[in-house]
């Protein structure tokens, strides 16, 4: 049985507005956007959140377009070459995706494939040992050498400990071999790629065929986990703050978080005026050649080397207000003290009319540019039908923004600062500072 339903849609959205639907108890969208490209994914519940372990997620990502019981790796990787197309497979805090892009004549193609690679994929154990392992370990590697990822990984545990403070990937090679391998990773799977936890999503594609094509090639999908595998549970998320220093001779970084908004799909929890926090406090320009409105980087412009940038995480039931700081110890040591300072000012309604306007239009830009967005609209309206059964609309997220007063960023940032600070510091921990010594309560 198949079930479509249209979402209102604004003037300015056009042909951007998700069309939702239900097959075979498949959750799916699409958008018919004018072009002869096609982008298709498949988001599943299967980010770091739900991983049984350290490294699930990141091991079935890898296993993405492996050796099917119908076709070769190697086989895949050809046809698709021939087709022109794109494959795709990553992981975040919350889901798994993968997909590919390609010619919009080619959709019935790889509909067949993305069925295929969820439902029978053999995770053998050549091919972990020999190539799924490895690629992990240099992911981890990676990973440790970048201060900044390290610092707001670090910041997210400390925020939310489990959950949505899981590490995005596994620490160290030995947490690899005490839990991962090819049959605990297929285990993984049989829940991550059940029916509830995935959502089907396609940007130029017609609703009536990716319903066609999803109800004829994902049918042996199953309805749930089988016997034995365990089902896929995390807790509602609880925000803790804190702090965690961590020594690094590859570069410095500080992440200074605070509880943000859940995502605009979760319904009443989400809490706009966090992105216009967000925008206001900024760090990076948007106009070349000026140091541009953001409070944040006027409060940094006489520490040159530092490097500072304000990001919203929002997730299905909670969310993350993150200032990262990078660049020498003593520089960040001294930007830190000058943008507590300028976030109490925002929390003492000093801020000027015109900055909260730029705020609103920039943030209302953000949002919508970030659904317009293929790659990143995709995951979040997946996400969303997931979590809450909602896609996510570009039209309802900019009025929501719109009307956000400069009284309720006001609020925000003084009950961010009344309350526990998540902060992570990555590098030289004899001169960073701690928390406490910027004027923070952790």
Aim: glycine share 10%; proline share 3%.
């Amino acid at each position: 049985m198949v079930v479509c339903r249209r979402g209102l849609a604004a003037a300015a959205s056009g042909s951007f507005q998700y069309q939702t639907g239900d097959v075979g108890g498949i959750k799916l969208a699409s958008r018919d956007l004018p072009g002869p490209t096609t982008q298709l994914v498949v988001v599943s519940k299967a980010g770091s959140r739900y991983q049984y372990a350290p490294g699930f997620s990141e091991g079935l990502e890898k296993f993405a377009f492996k050796n099917t019981e119908k076709r070769s790796a190697l086989r895949i990787t050809r046809e698709a070459e021939l087709l022109g197309g794109e494959l795709v497979a990553y992981h975040s805090r919350e889901n798994l995706v993968i997909g590919a892009k390609f010619l919009r004549d080619d959709l019935p193609y790889f509909a067949e494939l993305l069925g295929e690679v969820i439902s029978l994929t053999k995770y053998t154990s050549y091919e972990f040992a020999e190539d799924v392992a490895a690629r992990i370990e240099l992911s981890s590697k990676a990973f440790l050498g970048n201060a900044k990822e390290i610092a707001l990984n670090s910041a997210h545990g400390v925020a939310f400990h489990q959950g949505l403070g899981s590490s995005l990937y596994p620490p160290s090679s030995k947490v690899l071999q005490k839990y991962l391998n090819n049959s605990t990773i297929h285990q993984f799977a049989g829940a991550a790629y059940a029916k509830p936890n995935f959502a089907v999503v396609a940007n130029g594609a017609k609703s009536e065929e990716l319903n066609k094509w999803v109800g004829e090639f994902f049918q042996d999908s199953p309805s749930e986990a089988a016997d034995g595998v365990p089902v896929l549970k995390s807790t509602s998320t609880k925000y803790y703050g804190g702090e965690e220093r961590i020594s690094h001779d590859g570069g410095n970084a500080m992440v200074i978080a605070f509880p943000g908004s859940s995502s605009f799909t979760s319904g009443s929890s989400y809490k706009p005026e966090v992105s216009v926090l967000a925008a206001l406090l900024g760090g990076e320009t948007t106009i070349k050649w000026a140091p541009g409105f953001s409070l944040l980087a006027k409060a940094s412009a006489s520490h040159p080397s530092v490097s500072v940038t304000t990001s919203h995480l929002p997730y299905s039931d909670a969310g993350l207000l993150c200032i990262a700081l990078t660049g020498s110890a003593f520089d960040i040591k001294s930007a830190s003290t000058a943008i507590v300072k300028a976030i109490k000012d925002v929390a003492d309604g000093k801020t000027t009319k015109d900055d909260i306007a730029k705020a609103l239009a920039l943030a209302k830009f953000k949002a919508l540019e970030a659904g317009q967005n293929i790659d990143a609209g995709l995951e979040l309206t997946g996400a969303g039908l997931i979590h809450g059964g909602k896609a996510f609309q570009m039209d309802e997220v900019a009025k929501s923004i719109s009307s956000v007063t400069g009284d309720q960023v006001k609020k925000i940032a003084k009950a961010a600062l009344e309350g526990k600070a998540a902060v992570s510091t990555v590098g030289d921990l004899y001169v960073l500072p701690y928390a406490e010594e910027i004027g923070l309560l952790v």
